[in-house]
């Protein structure tokens, strides 16, 4: 069977199989983390907090000594590994250092649901002077040679689907866009980017997770859920949808990639006369039946 026509049958396949959507409980964890550890007075840092295992918590109002601190602002992310779907957020600062000399960041509190968690304390060395060159992380090299992304065939789908290509001016339309990820690591999952001239769109939640089969494999599905709107008639084309990611290379290495979903067409008509589509027009006749006899349809 192929992804097209899995993925065309995929809700009759998880009804079949009894495959649900994970519904995990994630350990919460914060960590921070620095661009480099020595730094000139001129010079700046850069610091992430992240917490891993939600993405609801604000920016935490950091006050470091020897330091004046700038929030850059955040972004959230979804990786999916072993099948598991892992949440969270990073917060970024920018640190001015205002003194030279060895000093400590942390450990720094971050209030998460109601409980406070501490991140480790890391120590910065500020010297008076220019910097000396940074070398490169220990243990990591280029991740692909330039021009050469890795063959990734079937294992990674990205496709945008919509519940139906023919529709009335104002008419909400359901859509989805499907991940479907098999046999690779994939981090750092951004939200999805869709095309969307000619509608309004509903922003995208966060995504249902399922575990399903294609033939004897094993993949991980994510579905970002959205309503579109059309505003305007004639042939309109929703998409192409994009998602940005990693992919776990041999020795630990990340490769950032690019998914990107072919675009939907659809036709947008005029309303009919009376201003109504016959689907909002049965669906008063049926709240009126609903008044009229007093039970329940």
């Given at each position: 069977m192929s992804t097209r026509s899995f993925l065309r049958w995929l809700p009759l396949f998880l009804a079949l199989s009894a495959i649900g959507t994970a519904a995990s409980v994630q350990e919460i964890r914060v960590q921070a983390s620095v661009d480099r550890t020595q730094v000139a007075l001129n010079e700046v840092l850069q610091l992430n907090l992240q917490v891993n295992?939600?993405?609801?918590?604000?920016?935490?109002?950091?006050?470091?000594?020897?330091?004046?601190?700038?929030?850059?602002?955040?972004?959230?992310q979804i990786s999916v590994v072993n099948g598991l779907c892992l949440s969270s957020i990073i917060h970024r600062y920018t640190l001015f250092p205002q003194k030279a000399g060895r000093q400590t960041l942390g450990p720094i509190s971050v209030e998460v649901e109601g409980k406070t968690f501490q991140t480790q304390p890391i120590t910065i060395e500020v010297i008076g002077g220019s910097s000396p060159p940074r070398p490169p992380p220990e243990g990591q090299g280029p991740a692909e040679e330039e021009g050469?992304?890795?063959?990734?065939?079937?294992?990674l789908q990205?496709?945008?689907?919509?519940?139906?290509?023919?529709?009335?001016?104002?008419?909400?339309?359901p859509a989805r866009l499907q991940l479907l990820m098999g046999g690779v690591a994939v981090r750092g999952i951004e939200m999805p980017t869709l095309q969307t001239d000619g509608f309004l769109v509903k922003p995208m939640g966060q995504p249902s997770q399922a575990r399903v089969m294609v033939g004897e494999q094993p993949y991980?599905?994510?579905?970002?859920d959205t309503t579109?709107?059309?505003?305007?008639?004639?042939?309109?084309?929703?998409?192409?949808?994009?998602?940005?990611?990693?992919?776990?290379?041999?020795?630990?290495?990340?490769?950032p990639i690019t998914l990107e979903a072919k675009p939907v067409a659809i036709e947008v008509l005029p309303l009919p006369k009376g201003g109504k589509s016959p689907e909002s027009t049965e669906a008063e006749g049926m709240a009126t039946t609903k008044r009229s006899s007093g039970r329940t349809i």
């Open positions: 295992g939600t993405q609801n918590v604000p920016p935490p109002d950091l006050k470091i000594e020897g330091f004046r601190v700038q929030y850059i602002g955040s972004s959230t050469q992304p890795p063959d990734l065939g079937d294992a990205l496709e945008l689907g919509v519940d139906k290509t023919k529709a009335y001016l104002n008419e909400a339309i991980t599905l994510l579905e970002f579109v709107t059309p505003i305007r008639t004639g042939k309109l084309s929703l998409g192409p949808a994009s998602i940005n990611c990693q992919i776990t290379l041999p020795l630990h290495r990340l490769y």
